[in-house]
């Protein structure tokens, strides 16, 4: 089973950088969208960005001109630079992988534990 593992959250002040990174594990062959998803306090879980083994890439409005996804599929990991942090960024972030080919099979739509960012304001 695969699994995806996060790292990079924490706590910084509005108008600071983070970066996330997801590694998933395993005997992988592909992985097809690999994205990050959030979630704040009381709201549902909205994706912030995604992209395809092939470099296609897709943004929230929320996270244009500010978030960059970008993948190293010889290592199967994701990362998201996130720049110009604002409040409302504050959420817990998940990792998020789908169409993933192994070596036994394929899984689907699999999720990270989450990592926390907070900003201060």
């Known amino acids: 089973q695969v699994q995806l593992v996060e790292s990079g959250g924490g706590l910084v002040q509005a108008g600071g950088s983070l970066r996330l990174s997801c590694a998933a594990s395993?005997?992988?062959?592909?992985?097809?969208?690999m994205g990050w998803y959030r979630q704040a306090p009381g709201k549902q879980r909205e994706l912030v960005a995604a992209?395809?083994?092939?470099?296609?890439?897709n943004y929230a409005d929320s996270a244009k001109g500010r978030f960059t996804i970008s993948r190293d599929n010889a290592k199967n990991t994701v990362f998201l630079q996130m720049n110009s942090l604002k409040p409302e960024d504050t959420a817990v972030y998940y990792c998020?992988?789908?169409?993933?080919?192994?070596?036994?099979?394929?899984?689907?739509?699999?999720w990270g534990q989450g990592t926390q960012v907070t900003v201060s304001s």
């Open positions: 992209i395809t083994s092939g470099g296609s890439t």
């Open positions: 998020n992988a789908d169409k993933i080919i192994m070596s036994w099979g394929t899984e689907y739509n699999v």
């Open positions: 395993g005997i992988i062959y592909s992985i097809n969208s």
